[in-house]
């Protein structure tokens, strides 16, 4: 029998049991105890991605590197991590994914034991229930995917 159908069964039987006026509290902790299961279950990790590697791409490798031309993507990367130094983002190694563009340093390093499991290198969350994944290929490129709970 699945979770929901447990779930749904014993509502039906505590109110039931509430309609004729008895209280049973071995129902009541029952629907309790799975309530409680169900959340817990539906805080599993769900991964996706499509294992598309993405090139890793330096600060001084960008388009536009070196030049004057403001509408350059080295300009326009420049203003967008404008927190880091000239060097720390000649150095640093950036991708796009989704329309967006990281930077590779701001991901967190995951060990073995990390709730992702051992298919991942890092994460960057964009908020308590999602974020960011990625593998580093250590060729060059990574790959990346979004993680939900």
């Not at 326009?76 to 990281?102: A, N």
């Not at 890092?122 to 490129?141: A, E, P, R, W």
Request: charged share 25%.
């Amino acid at each position: 029998m699945l979770l929901k159908e447990k779930i749904a069964s014993l509502k039906l039987h505590y109110f039931k049991v509430l309609q004729v006026g008895q209280q049973s509290t071995v129902a009541r902790s029952q629907l309790l105890q799975l309530k409680r299961t169900t959340r817990e279950h539906h805080m599993a990790l769900t991964i996706k991605t499509n294992w598309t590697p993405r090139e890793l791409i330096t600060g001084q490798w960008l388009e536009g590197f070196g030049g004057l031309n403001s509408g350059s993507l080295y300009h326009q990367l420049r203003r967008e991590f404008d927190y880091l130094s000239e060097e720390e983002f000649d150095s640093g190694e950036f991708f796009k994914y989704r329309g967006v563009w990281y930077d590779f340093s701001e991901f967190m390093r995951l060990e073995n034991n990390s709730p992702f499991g051992n298919k991942w290198d890092g994460y960057s969350s964009d908020s308590y229930f999602s974020g960011i994944v990625v593998k580093n290929c250590f060729d060059g490129n990574i790959i990346v995917g979004t993680y939900l709970s």
